[in-house]
C-alpha cells in the first residue's frame, strides 16, 4: 500500500496528508488516523500510565481491530512537545501508533503528525502572496526588459515570505520596467 492507495481507501484528501520534505515521508494528520480508525473499527482499551511527571507523561495505548491487538507507547515531554497538555499529547500519539501499526502504514513510511512537532503540516508557499500579485507578476516577466532574465526573476519570486516580501520585487520590477520603456521612447 502507498500513500495514494491509503487516502482513496480511507477517503482522505490533499488536507489529510503531505510529503515531509526532509525524509520524504508521508504524513497524516490526528484527524485522518481518526477516520481510519472510525472505518476498520477500531477500539481502544483504556490507556495505562507508565509515569507523569511535571514535564513528562508516558502511557501504554491498545487498540483491537478484529483479532488484531497491538500496542504501543504514547509520550511527550517537555523536550518533544510544544503543546502545554501532555497527557492528552501522549494519548494521541499512542492512538495514532496503534492505529498506523494496525493498518501496517508504517511499513510504507506514513506517520502521524502528532508524533513529532517536526512533522508539523508546512505552510502553503503560496499563501502569503496575493492573485493580483502573481498576475502583475508573470505580466512583467513577459516585458522586453526582462528578456533573458526568467530565471533569475524567478529565483527572487521564490525567495518570498510575505505579502511585502512579494511586493518589494514587483517594485524593482516596475522600476526596470519603466526605465527600459523610458530609454526605448527616445
Known amino acids: 500500500m502507498n500513500m495514494k492507495d491509503l487516502a482513496k481507501k480511507y477517503n482522505l484528501t ?3 496528508y503531505w510529503k515531509e520534505q526532509r525524509s520524504g515521508k508521508y504524513i497524516i494528520t490526528h484527524d ?3 477516520k481510519i480508525a472510525s472505518k476498520e473499527k477500531i477500539v481502544f482499551g483504556p490507556p495505562q500510565v507508565l509515569n507523569t511527571e511535571q514535564n ?4 501504554v495505548v491498545s487498540g483491537k481491530k478484529g483479532e488484531a491487538v497491538v500496542w504501543s507507547i504514547g509520550e511527550a515531554d517537555s523536550k518533544n ?4 497538555y501532555m497527557g492528552s499529547m501522549a494519548e494521541k500519539r499512542g492512538k495514532d501508533r496503534v492505529i498506523l501499526k494496525l493498518i501496517n502504514a508504517y511499513e510504507y513510511g506514513i506517520y502521524s503528525d502528532v508524533e513529532a512537532d517536526s512533522f508539523a503540516k508546512p505552510k502553503s508557499m503560496y499563501e502569503h502572496r496575493t492573485e493580483e500579485q502573481v498576475k502583475e507578476f508573470v505580466e512583467l516577466k513577459g516585458h522586453p526588459a526582462f528578456e533573458g532574465l526568467a530565471d533569475y ?3 527572487q519570486w521564490k525567495k518570498c515570505n510575505s505579502i511585502k516580501d512579494y511586493e518589494d520585487v514587483l517594485v524593482r ?4 520596467r519603466d526605465k527600459f520603456d523610458e530609454i526605448t521612447e527616445q
Open 14 to 16: 490533499k488536507d489529510d
Open 32 to 34: 485522518a488516523c481518526e
Open 56 to 59: 513528562f507523561v508516558r502511557m
Open 81 to 84: 512537545c510544544k503543546n502545554l
Open 153 to 155: 526573476s524567478n529565483k
Open 173 to 176: 520590477m516596475r522600476k526596470e
